[in-house]
């Protein structure tokens, strides 16, 4: 469905400044290497009226999270650190009850964190079959998109929430008035809703065009946020960033008035300011960019298929889907990918229909070179593959060989 609107401002001032070309979901594996899947336009627009970049089509949320949805958050060491140290930093300075909620809570690793704390903790999330890992492992998780139906659920059985989180969730949500009628009925007066996301600034200055996926509708900088949230008579009151996902944002929101604003909120906005990402001369420059990456990889995979060389993929997150499809980098470069996650293996990529081997198969095959997709976890992928004896190559910001 094309969107014609901002989902953050309502205007329809909208310009394109990246084309991707079409291609299927990102987390749409297949069961067989002969399925067919439907392709949908990767467009991404900026609003002139307040900033925020965002997909022009949205693909039904039915499509990319009911059908055996394939992210499991628990795999990656690097994540459940992160995710602890979440739960340290914000749990004693904002808890006024004993409940937090998370939307979009995968298999609850973070409501794990904050439940070692002490918290009372629910889940919500709409893949089922994710939920089914959550609620075994004693995360008590809905199966659902959260809604004003779940709120009022989860507050007459329970109480409102202290502490409601959307990380890496919100930047997935169209409807996003729909999405704060549900928080008002949940969040207690004092409580926050803390959200976290890819940083736009970053996403801008080091090419990670990756990132950009048909489950990221929005593109996340704090210009944008702060109007959007003032409708909703919410202000944000703090801004952190943080070395995550290629570098984010943790964004503190709350009912007008009931925190002191924080520094690091004009601090940041004018951080956008001068880099200029809400410029569209910037953004047409970080576009060329973007087709410059496509072809340096692609030329230096090809260069080393031609010499001989194989060539896989390592790890297979959503965000290498973008990278594979968008480079053409198909059975004709890459012999398969391997994983760690167990949801994935055995499966093919959407679009580029590459096998999905576990991680093992990189050791016993011993390929020549292996192309490091989930690069944001670089360091504990080749720690953690240290006895593979070819090279690595990183694509983003610059494709590279180590």
Same mark, same amino acid.
Request: hydrophobic content about 40%; overall charge negative.
């Given at each position: ?51 925020? @970049?965002?997909?022009?089509? %949205?693909? =039904?949320? #039915? ?11 628990? !795999? +990656? ?41 002490? @918290?009372?903790?629910?889940? %919500?999330? =709409?893949? #089922? ?11 008590? !998780? +809905? ?81 944008p946020l702060v109007k959007f949230f003032k409708k909703f008579d919410m202000q944000v009151y703090d801004v952190q960033e943080k070395d995550f996902h290629g570098g984010s944002i943790r964004v503190f929101v709350s009912r007008m008035g009931v925190f002191p604003i924080s520094e690091a909120v004009s601090d940041l906005m004018k951080k956008e300011e001068n880099a200029g990402i809400h410029e569209l001369v910037v953004l047409n420059k970080f576009a060329k960019s973007v087709e410059r990456n496509r072809d340096q990889l692609r030329d230096l995979v090809a260069t080393l298929k031609k010499s001989g060389k194989s060539i896989v993929a390592v790890s297979a997150p959503a965000k290498g889907m973008t990278l594979l499809n968008y480079c053409g980098l198909n059975k ?71």
């Amino acid at each position: 469905m094309k969107h014609t609107s901002c989902r953050m401002c309502s205007s329809t001032n909208l310009v394109q400044f990246l084309n991707l070309g079409s291609m299927p979901p990102a987390d749409t594996f297949l069961d067989d290497e002969d399925d067919t899947e439907d392709n949908f336009p990767l467009r991404v627009m900026s609003c002139q009226d307040c900033g925020l @970049a965002q997909l022009d089509y %949205v693909v =039904p949320p #039915e499509i990319l999270y009911c059908n055996n949805y394939p992210y499991d958050a628990s !795999t +990656a060491f690097t994540a459940q650190k992160h995710w602890k140290n979440f739960a340290d930093e914000t749990w004693g300075a904002l808890a006024e009850n004993n409940l937090v909620v998370d939307i979009g809570s995968n298999v609850g690793v973070l409501l794990q964190a904050f439940k070692d704390k002490g @918290a009372h903790v629910v889940g %919500v999330d =709409p893949a #089922e079959n994710i939920t089914k890992i959550a609620n075994a492992h004693g995360i008590e !998780t +809905a199966t659902g998109f959260f809604n004003k139906e779940i709120a009022k659920t989860i507050k007459n059985a329970r109480s409102q929430a202290s502490i409601i989180t959307a990380t890496n969730v919100f930047a997935h949500i169209h409807n996003l008035g729909d999405l704060m009628k549900a928080i008002d009925i949940l969040l207690e007066p004092r409580g926050s809703f803390i959200i976290e996301a890819p940083y736009f600034v970053n996403l801008v200055q080091q090419f990670q065009y990756d990132t950009i996926y048909h489950e990221h509708l929005s593109y996340l900088s704090v210009k944008p946020l702060v109007k959007f949230f003032k409708k909703f008579d919410m202000q944000v009151y703090d801004v952190q960033e943080k070395d995550f996902h290629g570098g984010s944002i943790r964004v503190f929101v709350s009912r007008m008035g009931v925190f002191p604003i924080s520094e690091a909120v004009s601090d940041l906005m004018k951080k956008e300011e001068n880099a200029g990402i809400h410029e569209l001369v910037v953004l047409n420059k970080f576009a060329k960019s973007v087709e410059r990456n496509r072809d340096q990889l692609r030329d230096l995979v090809a260069t080393l298929k031609k010499s001989g060389k194989s060539i896989v993929a390592v790890s297979a997150p959503a965000k290498g889907m973008t990278l594979l499809n968008y480079c053409g980098l198909n059975k004709d470069y890459l012999d398969f990918v391997t994983e760690k996650a167990k949801l994935k293996i055995g499966k093919f990529t959407p679009g580029t229909h590459l096998q999905v081997l576990p991680d093992s198969e990189l050791i016993t095959r011993k390929p020549d070179y292996a192309l490091l997709l989930a690069w944001n976890f670089a360091d504990e992928i080749i720690k953690n593959l240290k006895d593979f004896t070819g090279k690595f190559i990183v694509p983003i910001p610059t494709p590279r060989v180590v």
